[in-house]
């Protein structure tokens, strides 16, 4: 028996069976369920660390074995484990399987024509010594089977052509499974996979009251003796659901969740040793509540973190007002590449997010593809696919968040009579301030995972002469935190939210497209200053024009959600269009009416991409807007300063 998987060829695909592995697109899938004869076989392959599950026919199966989409695996198990795990042999029945196979072998080496004296006593020494090393280990010796048994075993194996017709349970010590017609049998299977695994989640009593009120409808010409005799009883059908597959199953009666949760399996996530190896994605809510300085609202702001799981070091963060995005996470991408004074940044070379639409989405895998970055989502529902972020989330609420007036807690029970809402005092700004110092505090904790604080770890993989973090100038990284979209060209001319911008790059860039038979080209733009946009070709772009506005004076230091309030004004967006310097009047007589109001005033040390507006305060601006374009009709309007270039990029 020297190589029991090559003796079976005859019936069965050697590389078709239990526990065997096969690489697909750099992830392992393993085979965990069979059904089916030989050639008409349907398999299961589940992802080995992941969640993914694949159903496929044997003939499926053998098209990807064949275009080498699947890539075999060497077998984890050897054969002894093979032949006792996976044909279910117990100590005894593998015992009898190695004597039987031994004695098989040496009658079957013997030339013919030998006398049966000479080939006894080959047999015979075979079982003395395999009798002495039993009774070594306490078993029971086995007598030396006669001449018409061994022949009998002999041919045995050359009618089946392989060892395993020996690979049997003895039949005193199995359960008498009773059998059915090959009809009645695939109707109890189909009764069970649709009556009992559905979402109603019926009991066995009423799965098999319900077989055999089909099996009377199904089988008319049966009385109901006849049906009680062919039909399994209450317990036999239980048993059949109990070897049934339990997958579909535990699928179909609780849902997607149940089996992840029932047919999960542990097991540590793969890093390479080297920062940026993988880096988890996470955005949450914040257990504070922040109060605007001015108008008094409250919000409960979200954050976005970047965690490099080999050193467990901060790489970036995003605070937000408004709802996760794909803008919050390409500039959260964009400032974990940029080089600056903070001490850990890296390019990721394995993004691991979550399935939410913020990650998911053409804008942020077109700009994580420029270098070269994989984003693998891990499974919905699973904090085990991400379970880094996910406790240095309760780390912060333990070391921050908890400790802030307005807190919000992690749950009603915790906050008890905790009034959160009129707690709230601090803004968001200084959130991230607070936040940005227990980062510090954070990084020089020995952390237990590591057994070393995360900025030592750091400091170690950075001496690392193969792979050292990498990083870009912020001039680089600035194309990354935009918005992408894509656009025609018509005339050497891009047109966004009803602006257009010009660039001499743009007539050779739209000859190219078009000679390719393609018409749109990959245009980013800043949301918090309109006054350029760059733009490429999306299949390459590293190749970038920046184009300058058509309205220069307009459009300069021009927000995005400022225009949109200028814009739907009547009138005023008619005017601008009309008398370019028309624009700069109106956006003063804008900003002053706002400063008016209190709706916010930028501070001269504000960042360049400030928190996004709430939309509350949107529609604050726009109902300015229109009181602007009444005060405008009037020929008495107020005097405007043509110098205020205030900015209300922050508001």
């Known amino acids: 028996m020297k190589n029991l998987i090559s003796l079976h060829t005859t019936d069965m695909n050697p590389l078709i069976k239990l526990g065997k592995r096969f690489l697909d697109d750099g992830s392992q899938l393993e085979i965990t369920h069979l059904q089916g004869s030989p050639g008409n076989q349907v398999m299961r392959l589940r992802q080995v660390n992941g969640s993914k599950t694949y159903q496929l026919s044997e003939e499926r199966f ?6 080498q989409r699947f890539v075999p695996l060497e077998d984890a198990m050897d054969e002894v484990d093979f032949t006792r795990n996976i044909l279910g042999l117990n100590d005894h029945d593998y015992r009898r399987f190695n004597f039987k196979v031994g004695i098989v072998k040496i009658a079957d080496a013997t030339p013919n024509g030998t006398p049966i004296e000479t080939s006894m006593r080959q047999i015979s020494a075979f079982c003395e010594v395999f009798n002495r090393g039993a009774t070594a280990k306490g078993y029971k010796a086995r007598r030396v089977p006669d001449y018409k048994t061994v022949n009998r075993w002999l041919n045995l194996y050359r009618a089946a052509g392989n060892f395993w017709v020996f690979a049997t349970s003895d039949h005193r010590r199995r359960q008498r499974k009773k059998g059915f017609q090959a009809n009645i049998e695939d109707f109890v299977n189909s009764v069970i ?9 019926p009991s066995v009593r009423a799965t098999h009251e319900e077989l055999f009120r089909q099996a009377r409808v199904l089988f008319p010409g049966y009385s109901e ?43 540590q996530h793969r890093t390479a040793p080297f920062i940026g190896g993988r880096v988890e994605i996470d955005c949450v809510r914040c257990d504070v509540l922040v ?5 008094g609202a409250v919000y409960r702001p ?30 959260a991408y964009q400032r974990s590449i940029t080089q600056d004074d903070y001490p850990y940044r890296a390019i990721a070379s394995l993004l691991v ?53 307005g807190t919000t807690f992690s749950s009603p029970e915790d906050r008890g009579d905790y009034r959160s809402e009129k707690m709230a005092r601090i803004w968001i700004k200084e959130v991230e301030k607070i936040f940005l110092e227990a980062l510090t505090v954070y990084h020089h904790t020995v952390h237990k995972g590591l057994g070393k604080s995360p900025h030592q770890k750091w400091k ?9 973090p990498r990083t870009v100038s912020a001039a680089d990284a600035m194309l990354l935190g935009m918005k992408v979209e894509r656009r025609c060209i018509v005339k050497g001319r891009v047109e966004l939210y009803g602006l257009f911008w010009h660039g001499p790059g743009l007539p050779e860039l739209n000859q190219r497209l078009r000679a390719n038979g393609r018409k749109y080209a990959e245009v980013r733009v800043n949301p918090n200053n309109l006054e350029h946009v760059w733009v490429c070709d999306e299949r390459n772009p590293h190749e970038v024009f920046r184009c300058d506005p058509i309205l220069p004076e307009y459009q300069r230091n021009l927000t995005l ?9 009547k009138g005023l967006w008619q005017s601008i269009k009309r008398n370019e310097s028309m624009g700069r009047v109106i956006r003063a007589d804008f900003q002053a009416r706002l400063r008016e109001l209190n709706l916010g005033h930028a501070n001269d040390d504000q960042e360049e991409q400030p928190t996004p507006m709430p939309k509350s305060e949107r529609t604050k601006i726009r109902n300015v807007a229109k009181d602007i374009a009444d005060q405008r009709k009037s020929p008495k309007g107020p005097y405007i300063d043509f110098n205020d270039d205030d900015d209300l990029s922050a508001i």
């Open 460 to 468: 170690e993989a950075t001496r690392d002469e193969l792979h050292p």
């Open 302 to 331: 979200w954050l976005m973190v970047f965690l490099d799981v080999y050193t467990r070091c901060v790489i970036s963060w995003e605070f937000s007002l408004a709802a996760p995005n794909a803008l919050m996470t390409t500039r």
């Open 62 to 67: 053998i098209q990807h074995l064949e275009t």
């Open 193 to 201: 996979m649709t009556e009992f695994a559905n979402s109603n989640r």
């Open 225 to 267: 003796h006849e049906l009680e005799v062919k039909l399994p009883s209450v317990s036999t059908l239980r048993r059949r659901i109990e070897d049934s597959d339990h997958f579909h199953l535990i699928k179909r009666r609780f849902g997607d969740e149940s089996v992840r949760k029932s047919m999960n399996y542990g097991g």
């Open 353 to 405: 997010p979550d399935q939410g639409a913020e990650f998911i989405n053409e804008s942020f895998s077109r700009q994580v593809s420029v270098f070269n970055t994989t984003v693998l989502p891990a499974p919905p529902q699973s904090p085990n696919g991400k379970p880094y972020i996910e406790r240095f989330f309760r780390t912060m609420n333990e070391l921050v968040f908890h400790r802030l007036i």
């Open 561 to 569: 959600d400022e225009h949109e309030a200028i814009k739907d004004s």
């Open 291 to 295: 109060k605007h300085p001015t108008t």
